[in-house]
Nanobody, 127 residues
Framework: QVQLVETGGGLVQNGGSLRLSCTVS????????MGWFRQGLGKEREFVAA????????YYADSVKGRFNISRDNAQNTMWLQMDDLKSEDTDVYYC????????????????????WGQGTLVAVSS
């Protein structure tokens, strides 16, 4: 069974930084596209960032571009999301995701179909 375990969430002040990690067990991620999404209770799931199989290409939502950075190390079976200059609107539950069916994220990231998800980690930004 494949499991995605997230760590790194927490409470941070406006303008602060956090780094989320997503470690996969049960399968190797070296051929997979992966990404991060965020969602609150009663809210629509929102794409945040994605990365292709070898980490050479990254994709970002306009709302986080220039502030967030996605990376991966396939030898560690791990993906990260470095979040800098956090704002109150970044407050949400963040989910890592993996796509075993493709090594490249789709052109339209808002309709990306993914079956493998992490448990979610809360990011709360306050002043």
């Amino acid at each position: 069974q494949v499991q995605l375990v997230e760590t790194g969430g927490g409470l941070v002040q406006n303008g602060g930084s956090l780094r989320l990690s997503c470690t996969v067990s049960g399968r190797k991620i070296g051929q997979w596209a992966m990404g991060w999404f965020r969602q609150g209770l009663g809210k629509e799931r929102e794409f945040v960032a994605a990365i292709n199989w070898n980490g050479r290409t990254q994709y970002y939502a306009d709302s986080v571009k220039g502030r967030f950075n996605i990376s991966r190390d396939n030898a560690q079976n791990t993906m990260w999301l470095q979040m800098d200059d956090l704002k109150s609107e970044d407050t949400d539950v963040y989910y890592c995701a993996a796509d075993p069916d493709s090594g490249t994220p789709p052109t339209n990231l808002r309709v990306w179909w993914i079956d493998l998800w992490g448990q979610g980690t809360l990011v709360a930004v306050s002043s």
